[in-house]
C-alpha cells in the first residue's frame, strides 16, 4: 500500500515536472494586492499583444501571507515564482545573500538614471540593482483645509509636531465624530513600528547605536511615546490600537479625520472623488520634525519587482519587469485611467510632466519627501544599519513587530507608554543577543 | 469470535494506516528534532551547527511563553464551555417540536460550514471594528461610546469568534446522542411525578455525558491548533494579550524564520498537547468503556 | 419523540427557535447581504445598508480579478480526493478494529488521534523542503497527500465507532453461512455501513475544504485553492468590505449548499461513538 502511494506520488511529481518544462513561457509572479498591482493585472492585454509568448500567472496575496510565502520559498529555494513583488525592506538582505538577480543589464531605453536617485540607493547592494521599483512612497500630513479654516489656523509647509498637536487639538470635534488626528495604532513592522520609528527620528533618535545597542531607554524616545500617547488620546479616533493604513484611509475618507500622517500612495486615493468624500478639501504638508532636529519623519519604500535567483525562466521575467516599471507603462495607465492614477515616485521624468504635476496636486511634496528620505543615514546619529522606518536585518521582523505589540499595548491602555519602552528594551536586547550581535 | 486467520487479516488491514501516520508523526517529528538543536534560521544560511538546549532555553524564557500558555487554556477552556453548555441547551431547543425544524436546524448549523480565515475576517471587519462594524452602529444608535473589542477584550473576542464556529458540531453531536435517548424512559420518569428539570439533570444529563466528552475530545484537538483566527484578527495584540503557544511558534518559525528556535517551540507544544491528551483520554477512556 | 404537545407551546419554542438560529446564521447573512452592495454603502450603519441599491458588480469585480472556478475546482479536487483516498485507506483499519479488537486497539486509536496535535506552523519549514525535493510544491497531488494524512485520524475515528454499532450477530450469521470475508465486506457490511460513510465523508470534505494553513502555503498558482482567493482580498489599500464580502460568500457557498443539502445524511452518521 505504501509503496504504491509513493509510486503514485512520484508519477505525479514527474508529471509535475514534465508540464513544467513544456509550457517554458509561463512567469509566476507574486504580488500584493494593492490598488496599482491590481490595477496591473487589468492592462495585461498590452503586454500580451507586445510579448504573446510570455504568460502571466498571478498570485496576489494580502501584505503579511504573501511576504510570507514569498520568504519561505525564496530561502529554501523552492522555485515557486519567478518575479516576487517585494519592498526596501527585502532587497538589501536578500540582495546581499545572492538570492536575487542582478538587473544591471537593462536595455537603454529603459532609462535605469531616470529612477530617482533614494529610491535607487535604497535598492542597490554593492553599486547592482537588484529589484524594479513599481511604485514608491514616503510619508507626509494630509490635513483637511476645511477644517483648519474653520479653526482660524493655517497649516505651515514645514510644520513642526507642536504645530501638529495644535492643529490636532483645534480640529477635534468628537460630538461630530471628527477626531483631529488619525496615525497608525496596529501592532505591525510595517504598520506602527514603521510610523514610530520615523517619528523617532525626527525626535533625533535611533534604534540602536554603532554596537547594536536598542536605543528605547534614551529621551528620544520617550518623548515619542509621550508625545505619540498623548496626541491618540486626546484627538484620536476610537479603537486606533487596531487601525493600520487601510482602516485610517477608510475614516480619512469619510471624513473622520482632521489630519493623517501617512504614506504619500494615500495622496491619490484621498483625492479621488469616487471613494472619498473629502476629495477637494485635501491639503499636504511634509512630514513633521520635533524643532531644531534635522530629521523629519518621513519614510521610504517602494514596492518592487525582483526576480529570484535560479529561476529557469529569467529572460521572460525580465522582459515582465521591464515592462511593468517603463515610462510606457505610466503612458499606459495614463491613457486608460487619467494621470492621477499612474503608480507614483519611481521616475524623475514624472515628476518633470506638466500633465502630471497638473493632475496631481500632491507631487511636488510626494518628490521632495522622498528626496528628504536617506536610508543610509536615517538618524541624526550615526546608526550601524540602512532603512529610514526599518532596520535591514533579517532580524527585524520579528523584533519591529514586537515592539509593534507593546505600543500597541500602550495605545489601548493596557500598559503604561513607560512600560512598553521598558519591555521593548529589554525583548529587543534578547533577540539581539539570541542572534549574536550583541555579545 | 475470532480466529487466528482474522487476527493475521485484521493487522494486515490495519497496517497501511499505522504506516502512513507513523511516517506522517516520526518524520516531520524527528526532522523538528534535529532542527530544535540546530542553529538554522532560513534568511541566514550559513550560520548552521549544532547549538544545544539553546533555541529550548529561548523558547522557555520568551518573556510572552507564560501569556501563551495561560491564553491557550482561556481560549480552549473557554470554547469548550460556551461549545458543551450552548450545545446542550440547543440540542434540548432542537429537539422540541417546533415548526420549520429543517430550517432552524439548517440555520443552526452553518457556521461549522464557513472557513476559518473567513469567519475571522467577517467578524472583525463587519462586527468588532469600532468605526464600521455593527456593533459600534449599534452603541452609536443607542447612544454609547463604541467598543473596541479587539483591543479591549481581545481573548473574549477570539473565544466568541471560534466558539461561534464549533457550537454546531457541539450541537449536532448532542443533538444525535438525546435523540438516541428512550422516550419511554423519559415517560415513565414523567410519570412518577418528576419535574421538568429533575428528568434534564438525573436522566438527560447522564445520558449526555458520553457524547459531550467526545465533543471536548474531538474539539480539543482542534482548538489547540487554533491559529487563523488569532492571525487575522489581532496578530496575537495588543502587546501579548492574545498570544497563544500556536501563535508563539508561528512568530518563531514564520515570522522571525528561525527554523531551531520554531522548531523548539513545536516540540514543547506537542509535549504539552501530549500532556493535555492523557488527561482528556484517561477522562475519555473510561466514559468510553462505560 | 411523538409525544402531544400543546400547539401553544410549540408556538412559543418556534419562537424562541428562530430567534436564537437567526442569530447564529446572522454573520453569514450579513455577508451575503453586503456582497450586493457597492463599497461606499457596506460601511454604512445596518438600516442604510438595507435601503440602499443592490448590485451584482462586487462579483464581477471578484472574478475579473481572480479566476474564481479554477479556485473553486482545485479546492474540490482536493478536498475530494484526499478523503477518498483517506476513506479507502481507513475503511479496512476501521472494519478490523471494530470486529476484531485486540488488547491494543483503543491505544492504536488515541495514537492516531494524537499525531494530529503537532502544530502545522512549527513543521512548515521541514515539510516545504520535503515538497521541494518531491516536486510537490504547487501540485493538487501534494495537497491531497498533506490533507489525506491529516484526516486520516479523524476519519478511522469516525468509521470505527460507527462501525462498532452494527451489531456483531449479523456478521456471524453471514460466516455461518459459509460467507467468506470479501463477500462478508461486500454484501453484508458495506450496505450497513453506507450512512457511516457517506457522513465521514462529508465531514472530511468540509474539513478539507476550510484548512487553510497547507493549501495557502504550498501552494503558488497552479493548485491555490479558495483558501488562497480569499487572501487576496483580505485587507487591500481602500475600502473592501463588499468585495471581501462577495468573495467570501463565492468561498463558502459551495460548501454550505452541499453541507444543507446532506445535513440528513451527515446527521445520521455522525455519533463519533457518542451514543449508545
Redo the contacts between chains.
Sequence with gaps: MTISIRALLGACALGALATAAAAETTITVATVNNGDMVRMQGLMDDFNKLHPDIKVEWVTLEENVLRQKVTTDIATKGGQFDVLTIGTYEVPIWGKQGWLVPLDDMPDSYDVNDLLPAIRKGLTVDGKLYAAPFYGESSFVMYRKDLMEKAGMEMPEKPTWSDIEKAAAAMTDKENGIYGICLRGKAGWGENAAFLTTMDNSMGGRWFDMDWKPQFDTAPWKETITRYLDLMNNYGPPGASSNGFNENLALFQQGKCGMWIDATVAASFVTNPKDSTVADKVGFALAPNKEGVDKRANWLWAWSLAIPAGTQKEEAAKTFIEWATSKHYTELVAEKEGWANVPPGTRTSLYENPKYLEAAPFAKLTLDSINAADPTHPAVEDVPYTGVQFVAIPEFQAIGTAVGQQFSAALAGQISGEQALQNAQSLTEREMKKAGYIK | ??TQA??A???L?????????L???A???G??LW?SFQRY?????GQGGFTGW?NYY?FLTD?AFFTALKNTLVLVGGVLLITVVGGIL?AL??D?????QG?????????????????A???K???F????G?FA??A??IGL??F?F???APMLSITLIVA?QW??FAT??????L??LD?EQL?AAEMDGAGAFSRFFYIMLPHLA??AT??I??QT??L??T??EI??T????????STT??YL???????????GG??A???I??IL??IV?IFL?RMI?KN?EA | MARKVSTRRKAIMTAIAWVIAFLIFFPILWTIILSFKSEGDAIKSPLQVLTSHWSFESYFVVQERSDYFRHFWNSVVISLGSTLIALVIAIPAAWAMAFVPGKRTKDVLMWMLSTKMMPAVGVLVPIYLMFRDWGLLDTRIGLVAVLCLMNLPIVIWMLYTYFKEIPNDILEAARMDGATLSSEILYVLTPMAVPGIASTLLLNVILAWNEAFWTLNLTAAKAAPLTAFIAAYSSPEGLFYAKLSAASTLAIAPILILGWFSQKQLVRGLTFGAVK
Design positions: 469470535m475470532s482474522s487476527r487479516a485484521a493487522r488491514m490495519i497496517s497501511p494506516s499505522v504506516i502512513l501516520l511516517l506522517w508523526m518524520v516531520p517529528l526532522m523538528t532542527f534560521n532560513l534568511l541566514m544560511p539553546d529561548y518573556p440547543l431547543l432542537l422540541q417540536q417546533i415548526f420549520g430550517i432552524v436546524r439548517v440555520l443552526v448549523i452553518a457556521p461549522f460550514f464557513v472557513m476559518p480565515t473567513v469567519s475576517l467577517v467578524w471587519n463587519m462586527f471594528n469600532p468605526v464600521n455593527i452602529h449599534i452609536q444608535a461610546p463604541p473596541d479587539l483591543a479591549q461561534w457550537l454546531p449536532l453531536i448532542l443533538l444525535t446522542a435523540q438516541s422516550s415517560e458520553r457524547a467526545v465533543v475530545l474531538i484537538i482542534f489547540l491548533s491559529f487563523a492571525l487575522v489581532t496578530n496575537g495584540g495588543p502587546g501579548n494579550a503557544l500556536t511558534v508561528y512568530v518563531q518559525s514564520l515570522l522571525q524564520f528561525d527554523v520554531g522548531a517551540g513545536g516540540i507544544a506537542v498537547a501530549n491528551a483520554m477512556g468510553l
